[in-house]
Every structure is written in C-alpha cells, then in structure tokens.
C-alpha cells in the first residue's frame, strides 16, 4: 500500500546530495539523479527498498536529535563546534538513531546524520519525526527496573549503567532503578509494595532466577489484585498487563536467549525500546493442592535436578559451577524410578519432533486459544472426549524434562526441545530412560550440534498440557500393588521391604526438581500450562539473517 507523503527535501548524507523522504513507514534517501537504483549515499547504513532509497523504517527509528554541528562535513579534518549561522549551508543536521542487524541476531544502535540547508527545515526535520515516533502508543514511556547485582559473573549494575540506561535515555524512557539487596526482594516489591499503574513495564537485570522472582512477583500481585487464588490448580489465572524486558547478566540467560537469539543486554535493550510484545506460557507446580512455583522454561527431575542441587553449594564459582557440576553429575549416572500421567496436546499444535522452530510471528502461537486448546463443540462430545485422554507412563528414568519453551542457550544453542513454543499453551515432556553412560553421553552430545537429540530408543518426547509425576517411594500401596499385579509375588515383597528401608538404594533414591534454576521442595508434582499468561519486550526469534529485508518493501 502507497504510504502518504509526508516531508521531502534535498538533504546531504556523508557529503553526498540526496533526496530525502519521510512517509508514515519509513524515512529513506537516495542520492539525488541517480537513476541506477545501485549506488546510495556514503556507506550502506541499511538495506534498500524497491526504489532503491536507503531506508529505516519508522518503527525501527530509536530517536532523533538536533545535532551541534562540527567541521568534518566541510573538510577541515579536525572536529570543531562552529557557531550556529543561519547563512552557510549544511551546517545544520540531525541525527537520526536506529535499530541495525548484526550477526547471530544481535541488534545495535546505528547512526545516520542528515545536514540542511538552514535551521528552521532542520527542526522541521526533527519535529516531523519525533510526531511520527509519538504515534507509536506500543513504545514504554516509563519503566521499573531491578538489578540484581549478584547474577552471573556480577556485572549487572555495570551492565546497566553503561551500556543500556544510555539507550533508554536516548529514546527518552524514564526509569525507576532498584539494585535488589536480598533474595526474593524484586519478588516481594512486586508483590506487594510497587505502584505498577505508574509503569509501562518491568525490566530484569540478572539471570533466569532474576526473571523467575520478577513473574512470581508480578503473577502472584495480578492473582491477588483479582481475587483468584493460586493455591487451586485447576484455577484460570489472569493474564499479566505489563510486559517484562530482560537484561540478560545471569549464568544461562535461556529465557532472554530463546525469546530474542542472542544472551546481548544492548539487543535487549532496543527490543525494550521499540516496544516488542512476545506473549509467554507459563507452567504452574502444585503439590497436592499447595502452589509451589512457576516455570517458564527448565522442569528438570533427575539429571537436572541433580545438576543443579550440586551447582548451589558452588555459587562461587559463577556460570562454570554447571559444567562442573554437569560432569560430576554425569560420572554418577543415577536413575529413578516414577510414574507421569500426562494430558496430551491436540495435534494441531504440532509436535516436539515436527522440526518447526517458534520463530517471529509462529503460526501455531496465534492460532486462537480455542484451536490450541482443541475445545470442540460443548454439546457433541463427552467430558472425556473434551478434555482428552490421560496416559500413564512407569519406569526408571536418567531425566524427565518438561520445556515450556525450546530452552536454547549458549550452551545449546538449539535447545532442550527445539520445537517447542513459546505462546501455544504446551509444555515438551521428554523422559530419558536408564540407558549406559555412553548412549547417555550422546544423547547431551547432541543438545550441543544438529542432529536430533531425540533420535534415540531410550527417549520418548510428548507435547502436553498438563502432567503429574510421582516418584515411587512416594506411590501409596494400592498403587504400588495395582502396578505389580501382574509380576510375580517375590518382586512385590522386594518392594515393599525397599520402600522402608531406604539405605538399600534399591531404585529409592532422590532426587528433585530443578524449576527455572530453584530446587523445589517435594518430588511428587502436578503440572499445569496457562498459555500466554505473561507478555515479554521481545519478539521471538527472527527468522531471516541480516541483509534480509525485515520489511515487505511495498510497505516503505
Ligand atoms: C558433552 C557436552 C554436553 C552438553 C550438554 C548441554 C546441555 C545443556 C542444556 C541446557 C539447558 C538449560 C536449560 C535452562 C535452565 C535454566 O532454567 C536454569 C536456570 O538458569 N539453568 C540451569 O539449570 C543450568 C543447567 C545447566 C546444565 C549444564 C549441563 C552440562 C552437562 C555437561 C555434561 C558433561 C558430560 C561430560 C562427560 C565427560
Ligand atoms: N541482592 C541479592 N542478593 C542475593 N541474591 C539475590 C539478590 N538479588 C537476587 N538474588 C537471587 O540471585 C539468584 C540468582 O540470580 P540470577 O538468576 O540473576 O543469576 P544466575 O543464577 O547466575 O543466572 P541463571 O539464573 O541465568 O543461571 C536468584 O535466584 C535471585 O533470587
Ligand atoms: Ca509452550
């Protein structure tokens, strides 16, 4: 569609004439009689458009400023301020700032400076562009941001101050900044003290535990704010309204890296700035009928679990602590025994196994909730029917994983599962069974390159919408019998003796869940997804690379 016109002049762009446009999609230049469409002025500052103009698009412009004017366009060499004369030509320019792909889907701040002839259209310049930007409603105006100055290597109030609140002051984006002094501090502030009507969104600097207490904080508020109590698992929860961005300055990051494609606080940083919008599903725990916690992205029993109960005693060590304790973990090679009952997900959200990555944009995450959820119509089918059918799986297992989102990271760049979604209301349960040591090796080998880590006979993958575990020294006697009955009557005694004497280590041993990266208290859980309960400043992964057009160009 042809936008409408809305400033045209004869600007200069790194000493080169040019025939400067502004319409409601786009401010693009091309050197003025050049009717090849090849060349544009000075370096490539972004890609061309059908016209073969130089262009940013609007939503894309960070902002725009009246720039003091210095020698270098007129050739002195030395950059000097001259005063401002309304008579000599060019001396007046403005400096537009903008979104520019990089590599591995990394964003930075570019620059383009555009001198005029006189002030006046300069500022007529300027003011037609900051009208264009007001317009963006989507854009935070006002943000609360906490620091959590212990994360990762504890770079994060540095990371801050120096390389994203320069940006967002830039775009002219006021902040409250709270560096957290306790555990849980973000979480409770959130909970109960912040004035959240004040704020356009919250913003995590930190890790993925940083990002776990910012959600408990915020979910927990908007549950109570509602009068819905999130003690009942089959509760429907509401929806947060503010949006979170992160900062990524923790061990993993796997939240920042699979919502954006890269662990960059400056990417991070203008996704905030432009005002991104990636809704999120997150996963509620109970035990029995008690809430424990939410998760977004790792449930990990066994392997996991085990990681990360040896990695805490070893905080010191910063982000190595997992590798560490990844080995170590690895050479014990511990197996478990349990049952899951899971509630498969319809077929039209695709499977773990479907190789269709949630990318900007996901197909499968708009379709509507009611498509996703499978509900039919209420009078044709039976409560079963409805709400599908349980399965139930027994047996010893090295993990049992449930990623609500493909868990990439820069130790897996592709992720724990990674097909799975980031908005379609599912959660990816893969069971590792007991297996040797070598198979196991290749099975995490494979988390690190292309092929398939799922390819394997000991590992089965299901795309669900709720599930149970129970550990089976926890399963009561009736079910312990009802499981055995078909063995023989010499297993069922072992069992029973086993189960009150746990040093035997006859497949008693425990181990517990890693939930985001907090070790939760009880191994028997239910597990329950609320699609799109949260909503990050990000926009999902972007599927072309770098010199692809990120715009259909009849658009500019
Ligand atoms: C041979 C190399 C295999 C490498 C396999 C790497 C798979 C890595 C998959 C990582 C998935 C991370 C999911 C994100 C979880 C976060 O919510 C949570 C909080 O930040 N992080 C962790 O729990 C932190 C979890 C960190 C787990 C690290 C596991 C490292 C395993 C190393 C095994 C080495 C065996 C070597 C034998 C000689
Ligand atoms: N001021 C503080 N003092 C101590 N602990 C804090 C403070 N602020 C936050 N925390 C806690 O620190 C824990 C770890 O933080 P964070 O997630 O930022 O880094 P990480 O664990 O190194 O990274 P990742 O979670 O990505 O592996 C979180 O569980 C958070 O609750
Ligand atoms: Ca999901």
Same mark, same amino acid.
């Given at each position: 569609m042809e936008q409408k016109l809305l400033l045209s002049s004869q600007l200069s762009v790194h000493n080169t004439l040019c025939e400067v446009t502004l319409n409601s999609a786009a401010l693009s230049w091309r050197p003025r009689g050049d009717n090849t469409h090849k060349r544009a002025a000075g370096r490539r500052y972004g890609p061309l458009n059908a016209a073969g103009s130089q262009y940013v698009p609007v939503c894309e412009i960070i902002s725009v400023q009246e720039t003091e004017e210095d020698c270098a366009s007129t050739g002195v060499g030395k950059w000097q301020k001259v005063p401002q004369t309304p008579v000599e030509s060019n001396q007046h320019a403005f400096t537009v700032s903008y979104v520019e792909r990089t590599q591995k889907h990394r964003w930075r701040c570019g620059e383009v400076t555009l001198h005029c002839t006189d002030r006046t259209l300069c500022l007529q310049w300027v003011q037609a562009i900051r009208e264009q930007l007001s317009l963006l409603t989507i854009r935070p105006k006002r943000l609360l941001v906490y620091i959590n100055p212990y994360g990762g290597k504890h770079h994060g109030k540095r990371i801050y101050e120096q390389k994203v609140a320069p940006i967002f002051s830039r775009a002219s984006i006021s902040t409250d900044v709270i560096v957290t002094e306790w555990a849980n501090h973000a979480r409770d502030h959130l909970k109960t003290e912040a004035e959240l009507k004040k704020y356009d969104g919250v913003v995590c600097v930190g890790g993925d535990g940083m990002f776990s207490e910012i959600i408990h904080g915020l979910i927990s508020r908007t549950q109570s704010d509602s009068g819905v109590d999130q003690n009942l698992s089959d509760e429907t929860l509401i929806p947060c309204s503010l949006r979170i961005g992160i900062i990524p300055a923790g061990s993993t990051d796997c939240i920042c890296y699979a919502t954006v494609g890269s662990n960059d606080p400056v990417t991070s940083a203008l996704h905030i700035v432009v005002g991104d919008s990636q809704p999120m599903d997150v996963c509620s725990i109970h035990h029995n009928n008690t809430f424990l916690r939410y998760s977004v992205s790792l449930l990990g029993y066994g392997f996991y679990g085990d990681v990360l109960t040896d990695s805490e005693r070893k905080r010191w060590m910063g982000p190595a602590?997992?590798?560490?304790?990844? %080995?170590?973990?690895?050479?014990?090679?511990?197996?478990?025994?349990?049952?899951?009952?899971?509630? &498969?997900? $319809?077929?039209? %959200?695709?499977?773990?196994?479907? *190789?269709? &990555?949630?990318?900007?944009?996901?197909?499968?995450?708009?379709?509507?909730?009611?498509? *996703?959820?499978?509900?039919? $119509?209420?009078?044709? %089918?039976? $409560?079963?029917?409805? *709400?599908g059918v349980w399965q139930v799986i027994r047996g010893k297992f090295l993990a049992i994983n449930a990623a609500c989102m493909s868990c990439a990271c820069p130790r897996s760049p592709k992720g724990l599962s990674p097909s799975a979604h980031l908005a379609d209301g599912t959660v990816d349960l893969i069971l590792v069974r007991r297996c040797s040591r070598f198979d196991f090796l290749r099975h995490l080998l494979r988390h690190t390159n292309k092929d398939d880590q799922f390819d394997y006979p000991f590992v089965e993958v299901y795309r669900v919408r709720q599930f149970h575990f129970t550990p089976r020294y926890e399963e009561t006697n009736s079910e312990l019998d009802l499981r055995e009955a078909d063995g023989s009557g010499r297993k069922r005694f072992f069992s029973r003796i086993c189960r009150e004497h746990p040093a035997c280590n006859c497949s008693l041993v425990h181990s517990s869940w890693n939930c985001d990266g907090e070790i939760l208290p009880h191994a028997a859980i239910q597990v329950r997804v609320h699609c799109q309960l949260i909503k990050l400043f990000a926009r999902g992964i972007e599927e072309h690379s770098v010199f692809e057009e990120p715009y259909p160009l009849s658009a500019i």
């Amino acid at each position: 569609m042809e936008q409408k016109l809305l400033l045209s002049s004869q600007l200069s762009v790194h000493n080169t004439l040019c025939e400067v446009t502004l319409n409601s999609a786009a401010l693009s230049w091309r050197p003025r009689g050049d009717n090849t469409h090849k060349r544009a002025a000075g370096r490539r500052y972004g890609p061309l458009n059908a016209a073969g103009s130089q262009y940013v698009p609007v939503c894309e412009i960070i902002s725009v400023q009246e720039t003091e004017e210095d020698c270098a366009s007129t050739g002195v060499g030395k950059w000097q301020k001259v005063p401002q004369t309304p008579v000599e030509s060019n001396q007046h320019a403005f400096t537009v700032s903008y979104v520019e792909r990089t590599q591995k889907h990394r964003w930075r701040c570019g620059e383009v400076t555009l001198h005029c002839t006189d002030r006046t259209l300069c500022l007529q310049w300027v003011q037609a562009i900051r009208e264009q930007l007001s317009l963006l409603t989507i854009r935070p105006k006002r943000l609360l941001v906490y620091i959590n100055p212990y994360g990762g290597k504890h770079h994060g109030k540095r990371i801050y101050e120096q390389k994203v609140a320069p940006i967002f002051s830039r775009a002219s984006i006021s902040t409250d900044v709270i560096v957290t002094e306790w555990a849980n501090h973000a979480r409770d502030h959130l909970k109960t003290e912040a004035e959240l009507k004040k704020y356009d969104g919250v913003v995590c600097v930190g890790g993925d535990g940083m990002f776990s207490e910012i959600i408990h904080g915020l979910i927990s508020r908007t549950q109570s704010d509602s009068g819905v109590d999130q003690n009942l698992s089959d509760e429907t929860l509401i929806p947060c309204s503010l949006r979170i961005g992160i900062i990524p300055a923790g061990s993993t990051d796997c939240i920042c890296y699979a919502t954006v494609g890269s662990n960059d606080p400056v990417t991070s940083a203008l996704h905030i700035v432009v005002g991104d919008s990636q809704p999120m599903d997150v996963c509620s725990i109970h035990h029995n009928n008690t809430f424990l916690r939410y998760s977004v992205s790792l449930l990990g029993y066994g392997f996991y679990g085990d990681v990360l109960t040896d990695s805490e005693r070893k905080r010191w060590m910063g982000p190595a602590r997992y590798d560490i304790s990844g %080995v170590k973990t690895f050479m014990s090679h511990r197996y478990y025994e349990g049952t899951i009952t899971f509630l &498969p997900a $319809d077929e039209n %959200v695709g499977t773990p196994r479907d *190789k269709l &990555p949630c990318r900007t944009g996901c197909n499968i995450c708009s379709l509507p909730s009611a498509d *996703k959820q499978g509900s039919r $119509d209420e009078e044709s %089918v039976s $409560d079963t029917d409805r *709400k599908g059918v349980w399965q139930v799986i027994r047996g010893k297992f090295l993990a049992i994983n449930a990623a609500c989102m493909s868990c990439a990271c820069p130790r897996s760049p592709k992720g724990l599962s990674p097909s799975a979604h980031l908005a379609d209301g599912t959660v990816d349960l893969i069971l590792v069974r007991r297996c040797s040591r070598f198979d196991f090796l290749r099975h995490l080998l494979r988390h690190t390159n292309k092929d398939d880590q799922f390819d394997y006979p000991f590992v089965e993958v299901y795309r669900v919408r709720q599930f149970h575990f129970t550990p089976r020294y926890e399963e009561t006697n009736s079910e312990l019998d009802l499981r055995e009955a078909d063995g023989s009557g010499r297993k069922r005694f072992f069992s029973r003796i086993c189960r009150e004497h746990p040093a035997c280590n006859c497949s008693l041993v425990h181990s517990s869940w890693n939930c985001d990266g907090e070790i939760l208290p009880h191994a028997a859980i239910q597990v329950r997804v609320h699609c799109q309960l949260i909503k990050l400043f990000a926009r999902g992964i972007e599927e072309h690379s770098v010199f692809e057009e990120p715009y259909p160009l009849s658009a500019i």
